[in-house]
């Protein structure tokens, strides 16, 4: 399942990534019998809804808005760590972070990072709005509070001329305007394997990468 989903990305990982991506599924499907950490209850739905779910967002916002996968990326919201952890496996050069506020998810988190050997893989517990940012190249926010909320909160956490992207289901969220936004969009994107379409809201914040970041 797993290949056939990469090749209707276009995608080539090695077969050591790919295991770890296996692996990782395992993992919360273990986890999930004594924690709440997903609806998902088998191993090929969490391949299929979770980890192929975050190689083909990765992809849509690299072809639509420009994103490199050899950057820096915050996943705030992230639960059991989808989709920063399958982007993590899959970009070893980058460096993630996930940010969560439930400790069990977070503990979960940490124990992929130690099982999988994840060094590029950074979990922190705490509220999105209360931690110190770490401003990153393009940021994915999940809805865990209205969209101008959520944007008003995660945009701290987008370096200058970065991206942040607010998942949406079958319609984008619509979070409405920010002083720091320069540029914004929204579109759908598909995932192989038969998932429902998905949509997104994206936007690029002003200035340009190294520059300062306080005025928002």
Request: net charge positive.
């Amino acid at each position: 399942m797993l290949a056939a989903s990469l090749d209707g990305l276009g995608l080539v990982l090695a077969e050591d990534r790919q295991l770890k991506l296996v692996a990782l599924a395992r993992m919360l499907i273990d986890w999930g019998k004594t924690t709440n950490l997903t609806g998902h209850r088998s191993v090929p739905g969490a391949i299929k809804h979770l980890v192929v779910g975050a190689l083909a967002l990765q992809k849509a916002v690299e072809s639509q808005v420009g994103v490199g996968s050899g950057r820096t990326l915050v996943d705030l919201g992230s639960g059991a760590g989808f989709p920063g952890i399958p982007l993590a496996i899959a970009n070893s050069h980058s460096s993630v972070v996930l940010v969560e506020s439930r400790e069990r998810r977070h503990h979960f988190q940490r124990a992929v990072r130690r099982e999988l050997g994840l060094a590029n893989l950074d979990p922190r517990l705490g509220r999105m709005e209360v931690l110190p940012p770490s401003p990153a190249d393009w940021v994915i926010a999940q809805a865990v509070a209205s969209p101008p909320r959520v944007l008003a909160w995660a945009m701290e956490w987008v370096q200058p001329g970065g991206i942040l992207v607010i998942p949406g289901g079958a319609q984008p969220p619509d979070p409405g305007p920010h002083p720091a936004l320069v540029e914004s969009g929204t579109f759908h994107y598909s995932v192989p394997g038969g998932s429902p379409t998905q949509s997104l809201w994206w936007c690029r914040r002003m200035g340009h990468p190294g520059s300062d970041s306080s005025a928002s």
